[in-house]
């Protein structure tokens, strides 16, 4: 008798089936509720550039390129205008204090001062001219005076002597009145006499005295002129190197016009252009810092020009201190140029992540992993070597600071 053969519902192709389909299915479940969704991206750790976030002082400084100029320059401008006749020395030739360097002529100042000089002579003849002649009118004078006194003495006693006779009736009326007007008209002759030789010595001497001022200042506009005759010929105001000279024979010279510098060469200094940006932040008195030759120097703020061209304005610094040996006029120096005291902050090293987050976020290498995560924050001031973090990071972490080109917009990084 035949038996029925009953089909097997759970076979080894079935249970196979369904075991890999629960298999997928719980992969699946697990891939989307615990791994990570965002995205990410594998990196090469040796083409990154990895920082340790540090805490120390803080130095606001900027770079600025300076030139050496010497300490002291003195500008050699001709003061009369002329021909140059004669040029004595040639430029980078050391001078001493009044050493002639170059010679001008101006045949105009010379026919002015032999203008000057011929008024000088007819003023001085006029003046002893005009007191010779009040000398010789004080004389007549003198004599005339004498004379009447003279007169008056005889009439005086004449009128005396007939004053006599005419109170004993002795003479004539009209003798004793004679006598009398005679007396009376030598006298107020003698008067007169008198007043006006006072007069006359009172006008001759302000008239000598007014002589003697113009002949003074002519004296003296004559010294000018044979002052201004001296100043072609120009001479080294200091001892020092001249530097430039710009006159050749024959080349006609304006007055003012620049004819060269001389340097001295007691010391240096350092003149540097700064932007216009940092002009409300720059005075005197701020220290600057510079290596040369192996060592490191300290500089201070002297002088602040305010005037403003293409965008910069100079200022000059001065050492604080010695001074590097082998400096040379016209070399440059890079200085760092503090712009406040130091300051304790948290400090992140400059790179190339700046130019793709404005600083607003880093990635942040996680500790004792080979992940870097984005992690968001805020920086403050800044100087060509760090940036000063306000939140974010604390010291110790450490950070990705190269470029973040290569990386997209992915939030999490793998370090291989």
Same mark, same amino acid.
């Given at each position: 008798?035949?038996r029925?053969?009953e089909?097997?519902?759970w076979?080894?192709?079935?249970?196979?089936v369904f075991a890999i389909?629960?298999?997928?299915v719980?992969?699946?479940a697990?891939?989307?509720?615990?791994?990570?969704?965002?995205?990410?991206?594998?990196?090469?750790?040796n083409?990154?550039?990895?920082?340790?976030?540090?805490?120390?002082?803080f130095?606001?400084y900027?770079?600025?390129?300076?030139t050496v100029?010497p300490?002291?320059?003195i500008?050699?401008d001709a003061i009369?205008g002329?021909?140059?006749?004669e040029?004595f020395?040639?430029a980078?030739?050391?001078?001493?204090?009044?050493?002639?360097?170059?010679?001008?002529?101006?045949?105009n100042?010379?026919?002015?001062?032999m203008?000057?000089?011929?008024?000088?002579?007819?003023?001085?003849?006029?003046?002893?001219?005009?007191?010779l002649s009040?000398q010789?009118?004080?004389?007549?004078?003198?004599?005339d005076?004498?004379?009447l006194d003279y007169?008056?003495?005889n009439?005086?006693?004449?009128?005396?002597?007939?004053k006599?006779?005419?109170?004993?009736n002795?003479t004539?009326?009209?003798?004793?009145?004679?006598?009398k007007?005679?007396?009376?008209?030598?006298q107020?002759?003698?008067?007169?006499?008198r007043r006006?030789f006072?007069?006359?010595?009172?006008?001759?001497a302000?008239?000598?005295?007014?002589?003697e001022s113009?002949?003074?200042?002519?004296?003296?506009?004559l010294?000018?002129a044979?002052q201004?005759l001296d100043?072609?010929l120009i001479?080294?105001?200091?001892?020092?190197?001249?530097?430039?000279?710009? *006159?050749? #024979?024959? %080349?006609?010279?304006r &007055?003012?016009e620049?004819? !060269? +510098?001389?340097?001295v060469?007691?010391?240096?200094k350092?003149r *540097?252009? #700064?932007? %216009?940006h940092?002009? &409300?932040?720059?005075?005197? !008195? +701020?220290m600057?810092s510079?290596?040369?030759?192996?060592?490191?120097?300290?500089?201070?703020?002297?002088?602040v020009f305010p005037?403003?061209?293409?965008?910069?304005?100079?200022?000059?610094?001065e050492?604080a201190?010695?001074?590097?040996?082998?400096?040379r006029?016209?070399?440059?120096?890079?200085?760092?140029?503090?712009?406040?005291?130091?300051?304790i902050?948290v400090?992140l090293p400059r790179?190339g992540f700046y130019q793709?987050?404005?600083?607003r976020?880093?990635?942040?290498v996680?500790?004792?992993?080979?992940?870097?995560q984005k992690?968001?924050?805020?920086?403050?001031?800044?100087?060509?070597?760090?940036?000063?973090v306000?939140?974010?990071?604390?010291?110790?972490?450490?950070?990705?600071?190269?470029?973040y080109?290569?990386?997209?917009?992915?939030d999490?990084?793998?370090?291989?």
């Amino acid at each position: 008798m035949d038996r029925k053969i009953e089909k097997k519902r759970w076979t080894v192709r079935r249970i196979g089936v369904f075991a890999i389909t629960a298999i997928f299915v719980g992969y699946v479940a697990y891939t989307f509720f615990f791994s990570e969704h965002r995205a990410g991206l594998n990196v090469q750790a040796n083409r990154i550039t990895i920082a340790t976030v540090t805490r120390g002082a803080f130095r606001e400084y900027i770079p600025v390129t300076g030139t050496v100029i010497p300490i002291r320059t003195i500008y050699l401008d001709a003061i009369e205008g002329g021909r140059v006749k004669e040029r004595f020395l040639e430029a980078g030739a050391s001078v001493q204090k009044g050493d002639s360097l170059v010679a001008l002529e101006n045949t105009n100042l010379l026919l002015d001062i032999m203008r000057r000089e011929a008024e000088f002579f007819d003023a001085s003849n006029n003046l002893r001219n005009t007191r010779l002649s009040m000398q010789q009118n004080k004389l007549q004078l003198q004599r005339d005076i004498i004379e009447l006194d003279y007169n008056l003495k005889n009439a005086r006693r004449k009128f005396q002597r007939e004053k006599k006779l005419n109170a004993k009736n002795l003479t004539s009326e009209e003798k004793f009145s004679q006598a009398k007007d005679d007396y009376e008209y030598i006298q107020k002759r003698r008067k007169l006499a008198r007043r006006s030789f006072i007069q006359d010595s009172l006008f001759r001497a302000a008239q000598i005295d007014q002589l003697e001022s113009s002949l003074v200042r002519m004296q003296k506009n004559l010294a000018v002129a044979k002052q201004k005759l001296d100043n072609l010929l120009i001479r080294a105001p200091v001892s020092g190197l001249l530097t430039s000279l710009n *006159a050749e #024979i024959g %080349e006609s010279k304006r &007055p003012g016009e620049r004819l !060269g +510098q001389v340097d001295v060469l007691d010391g240096f200094k350092v003149r *540097a252009g #700064i932007d %216009e940006h940092y002009l &409300p932040r720059i005075s005197p !008195g +701020q220290m600057a810092s510079f290596s040369f030759a192996g060592g490191a120097y300290k500089m201070i703020i002297r002088k602040v020009f305010p005037e403003i061209r293409d965008g910069v304005f100079d200022c000059d610094l001065e050492f604080a201190g010695s001074e590097p040996a082998g400096l040379r006029r016209g070399q440059s120096v890079h200085l760092r140029l503090e712009l406040g005291t130091p300051e304790i902050a948290v400090l992140l090293p400059r790179g190339g992540f700046y130019q793709k987050t404005g600083g607003r976020w880093i990635f942040v290498v996680e500790e004792n992993s080979k992940r870097a995560q984005k992690r968001q924050i805020r920086l403050g001031r800044q100087n060509p070597e760090h940036f000063e973090v306000l939140q974010g990071i604390k010291a110790g972490e450490k950070v990705i600071i190269s470029s973040y080109d290569a990386f997209g917009e992915n939030d999490f990084l793998l370090l291989r």
